[in-house]
């Protein structure tokens, strides 16, 4: 079952050549405009055996490991907790995330990242395996947070998850009892006022800190729609065209333009490129 997700940007210099090189740009959320994204809550609280585990399993140093044994109330302490307060600005710094959308008549997307309707709405094709939706990439990344396909060692994908509107239900992460993926989880928990977004989220962690290149290339069959906002300038237009037209099967992809009905609603119209573009 293939679903189409759709990304929409303002057409530069920037929207330009992630199309001409087909790729994806995995942003840092600390640049997004909802300034709590992924910011979630931590606790330190911890057992002898969870920090005795905890130790063994990320490898700390033997003697920070037998203090906080020995020394449990210290994880709650004015000291450490001053220590640890930068510590979710820290994880969110390690987060490459890729944000798209159920819907590409979304008025308020349109308006918020489709340039005020001047920009494009581009579609991208995905797969449904395993109960998740995928988008194939072209480049092997060596991060447990995409998908190998195991009947065809060629195809890597990036997982999409819908995003839950929902803070208040986000438990605190500790690290002495959870592991990344709670952090993950906690990536894909928006406040209720940002619903209207219908958002999907690709979440890359380079936990390693590995100056990861946010640059995702993408299997260019997957690119399915280009389309144009109601207020999309013909010298955009023709610009987005000719790129699609030197880097892609142009065949293969369906172009529209956004129009303003009598009841002032989006829809959505294929448009012919060689009216553009002749």
């Not at 500790?174 to 999907?200: C, I, M, Q």
Request: aromatic share 12%.
């Amino acid at each position: 079952m293939n679903k189409i997700f759709y990304k929409y940007r303002k057409i530069n210099d920037l929207t330009i050549d992630s199309l001409k090189n087909h790729y994806f740009y995995l942003a840092n959320p600390s640049n997004f405009n909802d300034l709590d994204d992924t910011l979630i809550p931590n606790e330190f609280k911890a057992s002898f055996d969870e920090i005795i585990n905890w130790g063994e399993k990320f490898d700390q140093h033997p003697a920070v490991v037998s203090f906080l044994a020995k020394n449990p109330s210290y994880l709650n302490s004015p000291t450490f907790l001053k220590k640890m307060a930068k510590i979710p600005e820290k994880i969110r710094g390690l987060c490459h995330i890729f944000c798209v959308t159920e819907e590409s008549d979304n008025n308020i997307m349109w308006e918020k990242y489709g340039d005020l309707n001047a920009g494009i709405c581009i579609g991208y094709e995905s797969v449904f395996k395993a109960d998740n939706y995928l988008l194939e990439i072209v480049r092997d990344i060596g991060n447990h947070f995409v998908v190998y396909d195991p009947n065809d060692e060629n195809k890597i994908y990036l997982v999409l998850t819908k995003v839950k509107y929902d803070r208040t239900s986000l438990e605190p992460y500790n690290p002495f009892k959870h592991d990344t993926a709670k952090v993950r989880s906690g990536f894909l928990s928006k406040a209720p006022k940002w619903s209207d977004e219908n958002e999907y989220r690709a979440i890359i962690m380079d936990l390693l800190d590995t100056n990861f290149d946010p640059k995702i290339p993408y299997n260019k069959s997957i690119l399915k729609e280009i389309i144009f906002g109601s207020k999309t300038q013909k010298s955009k237009k023709i610009k987005v065209i000719t790129t699609i037209q030197q880097n892609y099967n142009i065949k293969n992809i369906n172009f529209f333009e956004m129009h303003i009905d009598e009841s002032m609603n989006l829809i959505k119209r294929e448009c012919d490129c060689r009216k553009i573009v002749p």
